[in-house]
């Protein structure tokens, strides 16, 4: 570790020299220009995505202007050059970005640009600056320590987190084309595609995370040992971290909860949109909240799911109508109401039914199916309105509560006998 530590000061005599000096100011004179040139770029009546090259490359090219220009006062400028080059690269990533967001959702480019690509290039960029101070051979192979009489030098420990790291972004891709491949030949649902590829994803970066531990220099004794480790910790501090782990596997392999599912938390209706190994992350539609549930929660709670076999729901809206209308007029004119709005399905029909007789009305439900459950209070408001726009036109009264008060004189009065006098 202390060569590691010489060798890092030993680049900060690099930055003493005037020259590098000199092209360092210079690149800072060309950030310092670009910038004054962008709103002058932006008021130009061109459109928008030429603007957008030509912000992305002025930059570049005047840094680039001023290395050629160096070497005319006999001075270096190879170092100039080099993050000209690097921060071209850098802006022709944005424009890669707006060319896939015209083919892929935004989002998946927005992960795929800020969890792959540009930590890659990054990383590209460190090591090619690494690369001109000093030599990345002679730098992988020092050592940074011995575990479990084991040597780790630099260099493998540099690999083991690069690999780790595009196996933690990288596995979902191919999981995701191989699970869709497979629904497509066998006919599964969208939640047990959904599934697949998260028991595909995890089974790659497991297997990943054994070849990188063999690589580093583990052998079956120190991975023992760990083991041995874990399964003591367990017991101490990291119990509900491992019970949730099982249970998510539990879960992914069992098929109870996928993403996609509805599932009734706390009386809203919540969709399940990813299945972790530790927590389950769901999406409440009323107020866009987004829920995280331990996995171990689905194993001690009771839960209802509204799309274990079918995403069709049947929802129900109560009324009342007053007693001089004719209960079979009045349950025709509720299914009739219910087949007019759009978001309710036909089949199956409505069906209106008369639950009980109260004191001021007669009290019925409308019972209909929908879709999609996160819908269903949406749809409850529709049929609700509907409902009062046809009882308004068809002249269908719903009556309410009415209370008369009497005054009265305690201890009442008792009326004299009128009696006549003859």
Known sequence: MKDLVREVLGWLGYLERGQVLLQLLAFAAAIALSRRLRP?????????????LLMGLIGPALALLLSVLLPMAQQSFGLL??????WLGWNLLAILEQLLKRHLPDGRVHQLL?????????????LLLINKLDSLGDLAVIQVGQLF????????????????????????????????????????????????????????????????AFHVGFNNTALLAIAGGLSVGLGFGIKEVFSNFVSGLWLLFEGSVRPGEVLMIDGDPCEVRKLGLR???LWRDRDNAELLIPNQSFFTDAATTYTASDRMRRSQVSVGAAYHHDPSAVIALLEATALSVPRVLKHPAPKGLLLSYGDSAINYALRFWIANPMDNVGICSEVNQ??????????????????????MV????????NIEQH
Do not use: C
């Open 40 to 52: 002058r770029i932006a008021a130009m009546g061109w459109r928008r995505r030429w603007r957008a």
């Open 81 to 86: 050059r080099f993050l000209a080059s690097l």
């Open 114 to 126: 800020s969890r792959l690509l540009r930590p890659l290039y990054l990383l590209m960029a460190l």
């Open 149 to 212: 009489n084991t040597s780790i030098d630099l260099g493998k420990v540099f690999i083991a987190l690069v690999v780790g790291y595009l196996l933690m972004v990288g596995a979902g891709m191919p999981a995701a084309l191989l699970a869709w491949v497979t629904q497509k030949f066998l006919g599964i649902s969208d939640g047990s595609r959904k599934a697949m590829e998260l028991i595909l994803q995890y089974t790659v970066v497991g297997i990943g995370i054994m070849a990188l």
């Open 279 to 281: 927590a389950t992350l």
């Open 386 to 407: 509907a409902i009062w726009s046809a009882f308004k036109q068809h002249n269908i009264e719903i009556p309410f509560p009415q209370q008369v008060e009497y005054s």
């Open 410 to 417: 305690w201890p009442p009065e008792r009326q004299q006998p």
